[in-house]
Each structure stands twice: as structure tokens, then as C-alpha cells.
């Protein structure tokens, strides 16, 4: 993926940019006294100034390494932060399905428990009908058949003792059903109750670990910093600069590799053929609406499982924004992903969400941005940072593209 060449395209950048600057802000090597006689300097003299150039040179490459490998490390711990933020989210997504199955599942334990209350009810009536004639309906109709006077009252018996017979084993069988019924409802309402508690509980430990990885990446942010400026006054002290000429030529560099790695994503995405013959309908008016109340929320600050107002997490800015646009999405990246009808970059179009990936899987989707047209989106980046409008490609090629 583009973004992994990113630390690759910053040391080649600071190689060829580097020369220049090395060149005019280096002092001239000192001149070692030579013998009065000669005003020339020696092999030895010359051997050592060489040595001195090299070592300078040594010490920038070194210094310019770790400048891009605490960089990396940077986007890492944001990347690392986001995917706890979104793993919260997918549990807490997961929690409201189970609470919402365990409460329909408790909604048909109690009906199927009425109902086998009812046929319950009309089997004892059954049995206290019996108890009463001291045999059954069926024998009783039998009793009357035999002591029929004609071929007419005959029939008639006949008949109601057939009648007799079908209404008591619908009875029983009623009984038997509703019961059984009942008794898979019970045993259907625990197991939903146990899953929504199992649910809860992974909710409680993704929280724990998601706060455990935000905090770690302060920490982690704030010590890169400290290194960045003192790596910064390392290598202005090799190259005599000054450390404000070093910061803008550092940012420079990154910003000529963060270009050349924007290029070579879009390139990858656009070698992906669309799917002519996929249906994917699009509301222009929805989209509209979408991006209108994303655009209001730029500026904003990312808060780990914000949904509004004051702050909002990648998949809270796009539930929220298409929550205008009249679709309704789960505060969860990849349950987005999954609610939406896949679509490739060549079919983009306002409104589309865009998904990364670190895995290539759409179930470890763990970011996800609101597309605005011309390879820009709008995006709630890493915890520490503000909703932004922002290149389609400053995360390297997406992995997943979809239309709500």
C-alpha cells in the first residue's frame, strides 16, 4: 500500500534535497597548519578533512533515519488508537443487537407461555369432564350410540362420537405443542439474555482497552515530539543550520513524500476495473445533505466514541452526517461498510463512504471517511486531531468503497 512507502519515499526525498542544503550551510573544513615552507595541506590534512565530511554526512543520514522512522512510529500510534476507538465501537454495536434479541426473544417466551397457559387450561377442563362422567367423552358418545332407537339417531351419535374424539386430541395435542413451544422459548430468552450479558462484558473490556490505548498514545505522541526536536537540534548542529531552517526543510521533505505517495495510491485505485453491471442507486439529495453537516462539524475535536456535538469519532462523524442524509448506519466503520453497497474508485461519487483496512479484511475495517468529490473526503482522523477535509489518499489507497 502506499502509505507503508511513505518512510521509504521520506529517506529518498531527504537524500536528494539533502545534498544541497549540506553543501551551502556547511563551513568550509578548517585548514590545519602546515609547515611555513609549504602552504599546502598534507595526504594527512586531507585524509582527516575527508574523514570529518563523511562523518558529518554519517551523522545526517542517521538523524534523517530516525526523523522518519519517529514519524512512522506517530501514524502508528494513532492507527494503533483508532483501531481500540473502533473495536470499542464494534462491541458496543454488538451489545445493542444482543440487549434487542434478548428482548424480542423475551417477547415470544411470554407469548408462547400464554398460549401454553390457554391449552393448558382447556386440557384440565377436558380431565375434569372425564373425572365428572367417569369416563371419557369419547365413551360416553359410544354409551348413547349403543342405546340409539332408529337409524336417525344413530347417525347422529355416530357422528358425535367422531366429533368427540377429534376435539380431544386437538385439545391434547394443543396441549402437548404449546408446552413444548414454551418450554424452546424459555431456553431461546436465556441464551439471548446470555449473550447480551456476554456482550455487556466485552463492551466493559473494550472500553478498558481503548482508554488503555489512548492514553498510551499521548504519551506516545508527546515523547515522539520531544524526539523530533531534538533530533531536529542534532541535525542542525551536523549541518551548522539553524533548528527552524531544519524544521522547514524536514517538513518539506515530508511533504514532497506524502505527494508521491498520494500519486502512487490514487494509481493503484484507479488500475481497479468498476462492475458495469452492479445496480447502485444514489441519492444526490441525500448526499447533499450528508456532506453539508459534515462540512459544518470541520474543526471539531476526534473524541473516542463521539456521536455529537462537541466531538465525533471517524464512524460517529459518518453516522451522524448520512443521519441528515436519511440513512441510518450503526456507530460502527465496518458494520457501515456491511449496511452499504460496495462500489470501486472509478464509481465514486459524493456521499460514497470510503474504508481502511490493515488486515485487507472488511470486518477489520478500522477507519472510515465521507467521500466529497474530487479525491477529497471529509474525516475524523486519530484521537488528538480535528475533523478535517482532507486528500483521498493522505492514508494511502482505501481499501473499500461504498454508497449508503
Request: aromatic share 4%; charged share 25%.
Amino acid at each position: 500500500m502506499a502509505r507503508r512507502m511513505l518512510p521509504a519515499l521520506l529517506l529518498a526525498a531527504a537524500g536528494l534535497l539533502g545534498l544541497l542544503p549540506a553543501a551551502a550551510a556547511a563551513p568550509a573544513p578548517t585548514r590545519l597548519a602546515a609547515p611555513a615552507d609549504d602552504p599546502y595541506p598534507s595526504t594527512e590534512d586531507i585524509a582527516k578533512a575527508q574523514a570529518d565530511a563523511d562523518a558529518r554526512a554519517g551523522d545526517v543520514a542517521a538523524i534523517e533515519a530516525r526523523l522518519t522512522a519517529a514519524q512512522t512510529e506517530l501514524e502508528e500510534a494513532g492507527r494503533a488508537a483508532e483501531q481500540a476507538v473502533e473495536a470499542y465501537n464494534g462491541a458496543q454495536a454488538r451489545l445493542v443487537r444482543a440487549r434487542a434479541e434478548s428482548a424480542a426473544a423475551a417477547e415470544r417466551s411470554a407469548a408462547a407461555e400464554t398460549a401454553r397457559a390457554a391449552a393448558a387450561e382447556r386440557a384440565a377442563g377436558l380431565l375434569a369432564e372425564i373425572y365428572r362422567q367417569g369416563a371419557s367423552p369419547q365413551l360416553s358418545a359410544l354409551n348413547a350410540l349403543l342405546g340409539a332407537r332408529g337409524p336417525g339417531d344413530l347417525s347422529d351419535q355416530a357422528a358425535a362420537v367422531g366429533v368427540a374424539g377429534a376435539q380431544t386430541r386437538q385439545i391434547l395435542d394443543d396441549a402437548t405443542a404449546t408446552a413444548a413451544a414454551a418450554a424452546r422459548a424459555r431456553t431461546a430468552a436465556q441464551a439471548a439474555e446470555d449473550n447480551a450479558r456476554r456482550a455487556a462484558d466485552a463492551v466493559r473490556l473494550a472500553k478498558e482497552q481503548a482508554e488503555a490505548r489512548l492514553t498510551a498514545q499521548q504519551a506516545q505522541v508527546a515523547d515522539i515530539g520531544r524526539r523530533r526536536e531534538q533530533l531536529l537540534a542534532d541535525l542542525a548542529a551536523a549541518r551548522n543550520t539553524t533548528v527552524d531552517l531544519e524544521r522547514q526543510r524536514r517538513e518539506a521533505l515530508e511533504a514532497i513524500a506524502a505527494r508521491q505517495a498520494e500519486e502512487a495510491a490514487k494509481a493503484a485505485a484507479a488500475a481497479n476495473r468498476p462492475d458495469p453491471a452492479a445496480n447502485r442507486p444514489w441519492s444526490a439529495d441525500g448526499a447533499a445533505a450528508a456532506i453539508a453537516h459534515a462540512r459544518a462539524l470541520i474543526g471539531l475535536p476526534y473524541i473516542w466514541g463521539g456521536e455529537g456535538p462537541d466531538g465525533y469519532d471517524c464512524s460517529g462523524l459518518t453516522m451522524t452526517a448520512w443521519q441528515r442524509g436519511g440513512k441510518r448506519l450503526t456507530h460502527f466503520a465496518a458494520d457501515q461498510y456491511a449496511q452499504s453497497t460496495p462500489v470501486s474508485y472509478r464509481q465514486l461519487r459524493p456521499g460514497d463512504l470510503v474504508f481502511w483496512t490493515k488486515t485487507g479484511r472488511a470486518a477489520d475495517i478500522y477507519h472510515v471517511a465521507l467521500y466529497i468529490g474530487d479525491d477529497q473526503m471529509i474525516e475524523a482522523p486519530r484521537p488528538g486531531a480535528a475533523i478535517k477535509q482532507a486528500s483521498l489518499w493522505i492514508m494511502g489507497t482505501p481499501d473499500f468503497y461504498a454508497r449508503p
